[in-house]
Every structure is written in structure tokens, then in C-alpha cells.
């Protein structure tokens, strides 16, 4: 797995390839993104499949058009956020140097979707978890006892909750209902900073772990 930090947000997106058949999936797809996954899919003699979206804030989805285009992949998101996808420079909150193309063509999933089968027959767990924005979601590889938690929980933090879309109690609801869970040894990969695990979250988060509760 390949994690880059990309853009003016410094946004992580994750670059997640399997051996035995030389694919990959993509999390997110930050600006800045498209030079650093094309490079290594090359190196790594891979083919994208997918790119699977935690959620549609601009920093998370600025080159995913161009990656979609340039591999074929097939993109993921909820349908919650679609629209930030479909028409991403009327939600940038605030004005960007650069212009964002939207996917008109991505795979919407609701609340009600418990795993996703990637083009590569790959299978994540889903779990919907809005409070940051109202399609958030994250992707859970319990084989490699790993989650893509976007947004959601970062390490000793939370996920901003001031933006069209947001909102705190939600957002706390959801990381204690889906995410804290997860068995504690889990390593939760954010987008943005380091990763943590679920057990060091869910004991000692200031925001949403078990001193509050």
C-alpha cells in the first residue's frame, strides 16, 4: 500500500495494489494526486479499478475525474454526496485556484450497502458515518485489519464539522456506533496526519473516546 500526501490541504489519498492479480483501488483522490498513483501503477505493473470516496469535500476529489479517465476505474461514492461530485466547483466552500471536472458516472451507494465487490472481486466492508458530511463513509479491509476512515476520526482528533453538511453529535454517533467497534489492534488510515488504530482512538480520543462517555 502507497499513501500520498497531496495538495494544499495536504490530503491523503491511499494507493492499495494486490500481487496475485495486479490490480488496485484508490482512496480518494486529492489534487495533485494523478502523477504520483500513475507512476506507480506503472512501476508496480498495476491496473485501478476503482476509486472508492469517503466523501466529496473538494481536497478529497480534485483529480478524481482525470484518474478516472486516464485508467477506466469505476468511482464509489454515497449517494449523499453525489452532488458535491456532479457539480464539484458550486460546493468548494471558499474560491480554488483551479478548476475541478465533475464524475457523471460514478457508483452510488445508501445506507442499507454493508460491502462493496470491487472490479477485481475484491470485498470491503462499508460503514456509513456521517457527521463530517452527510454520505461520509469508510472502507474496511478486515483482512489486513485495516480502515479507510477519511475524514471521520483522526489521530487524537475529529473530523471538522463547521462546513455545509457537518455536524458534531452526528459525526460523534457515528464514530462510537461504527468505527469504535472495530477491534482495538485495527489501524485506521485518516485523510489527514497519521494513521492510528481504533484501540488508542476509542480509549483516549478527546473528542469521542471512552473518557466522555
Sequence with gaps: MFCFE????AT????????????????????GAHEPVMRTLREQGWRLTDILLTHTHWDHTADCARIKRDTGAAVTVHESDLYRLIDPMAHTIWPLPFTIDAVLDALTI??????????????LKVLHTPGHTEGGICFVDEANERVF?????????????DLPGGDME?????IRRELFVLPDSYVAWPGHGPKTTIGLERTSNPFAGEVLW
Design 149 to 161: 476512515v477519511g475524514d471521520t476520526l483522526f489521530h487524537q482528533s475529529v473530523g471538522r464539522t
Design 110 to 123: 445508501d445506507g442499507s450497502v454493508e460491502h462493496v465487490t470491487l472490479m477485481s472481486g475484491l470485498r
Design 6 to 9: 497531496c495538495g494544499p490541504v
Design 170 to 174: 452526528t459525526l460523534i454517533e457515528s
Design 12 to 31: 491523503n489519498c491511499y494507493l492499495v495494489g494486490d500481487a496475485s492479480t495486479l490490480t488496485a483501488y484508490l482512496v480518494d483522490a486529492p489534487y
